[in-house]
């Protein structure tokens, strides 16, 4: 039973570069969400897709795009990388059943030079 | 004032020690108390959440809320070097949006 699964899970990018984050789930969870968890920051919400077809902002959406292919897959997007996007990225899903109960990912750490 | 605040530490035990870990809030709405645990370079697990108010417990896991002081508590007895982990309380507003407010995490270290 795999869970939630991200790709790549080591990334280096030059400033300016795109690239794009992946997460799948295969639990039939609604709901989608990639944070970034940073020191002294903790996790931040990025997007959330509430179902499939839906996304929404959270906290700190400036600079990226998220796209939710199907249930299965939710999508983080850098269009053009800047060194305060280095960071570990979290996908998280869940059923909704009980509010704040997210499954995780093993996390995408993230440089940009 | 931040919605959530938990002291990141470093928590350094001996074995068998029994563990205390808290969060304090200020948003009285609040409904659900969870606690997740993340080892290093590992994504966050659920490891026991409380709705509304009292006490929890899971084997050698205790989960105990005050909402009249706004402090939450995870209590861990007989810790085993096993337990060594960052412990991020995260609580929840059970309303339309499904915002979870997330304390920075204590870390906890248990010597053998």
Redo the contacts between chains.
């Keep these: 039973n795999a869970g939630v699964t991200q790709t790549p899970k080591f990334q280096v990018l030059k400033t300016g570069q795109s690239m794009t984050l992946q997460c799948a789930q295969d639990m039939n969870h609604n709901s989608m969400y990639w944070y970034r968890q940073d020191p002294g920051m903790g996790l931040r919400l990025i997007y959330y897709s509430a179902s499939e077809g839906t996304t929404d902002k959270g906290e700190v959406p400036n600079g990226y795009n998220v796209s939710r292919l199907n249930k299965r897959e939710f999508s983080l997007r850098l269009e053009s990388a800047a060194p305060s996007q280095t960071s570990v990225y979290f996908c998280a899903s869940s059923h909704g059943g009980v509010a704040g109960e997210l499954f995780f990912g093993e996390g995408s750490r993230l440089t940009v030079l | 004032q931040k919605e959530v605040e938990q002291d990141p530490g470093p928590l350094s035990v001996p074995e068998g020690a029994i563990v205390s870990l808290n969060c304090t809030y200020s948003n009285s709405a609040f409904?659900?108390f969870?606690w997740y645990r993340q080892y290093s370079?590992?994504?966050?697990?659920?490891l026991m959440?409380t709705y509304s108010s009292g006490n929890k417990e899971d084997g050698r896991f205790t989960a105990q809320v005050d909402k009249s002081s706004k402090y939450i508590s995870l209590f861990i007895r007989d810790s085993q070097p096993s337990d060594s982990a960052t412990y991020?309380c995260?609580?929840?507003n059970?309303g339309n949006n499904?915002?979870?407010i997330?304390?920075?995490?204590t870390s906890l270290a248990v010597n053998p």
């Design positions: 409904q659900y969870m370079r590992k994504g966050p697990e659920l959440y991020l995260a609580l929840h059970a499904r915002k979870l997330w304390g920075l995490g």
